[in-house]
């Protein structure tokens, strides 16, 4: 795989498939101990909804600033350096309500208490998938 699109999606599926090792190490993990995972629940879900958000507002966010006007012309490598930077960032944020599932597995949750944070990741990182349209926003 060659072209602008290579390590973009090379860093995407690195960070998609590290949360699916997240879930082996889980399911290989046995957890000693008394389980204390309900204490967490609801800060782990609140930081989980704000990270997603996080993960869906900031590659607009840095867009937005791309797209301001400026005074000299940007570098043709430039917009390849700039989406990668946001999605690194978008999965960077995705990756870590992943790891608030991991942590409530290994304080002893259920999986259907820790699964929804694993959904919600990948549809973020789903979305966030490298394509042409994407590259070409940052390049305007």
Known sequence: MTGPLAVPRILWA??????????VVLA???MPGE????VLLLPLGFAGLTTAGAS???????????????AKA???????????VAL??????????AIYGLILGFRGAPTMVVLPFFVVTWLLMLIRFPTQEKLDEFSK
Do not use: C, H, N
């Open 56 to 70: 869906l507002v900031l590659p607009q966010l840095l867009l937005r600033k791309r797209s301001a006007p400026r």
């Open 14 to 23: 690195a960070l998609f498939i590290s949360t699916l090792l997240y879930l």
């Open 35 to 38: 389980p204390g995972w309900q």
């Open 28 to 30: 290989l993990t046995e």
């Open 74 to 84: 940007q570098p043709p490598g430039d917009a390849d350096s700039a989406y990668q």
């Open 88 to 97: 690194i960032a978008a999965m960077a944020l995705a990756e870590a309500v």
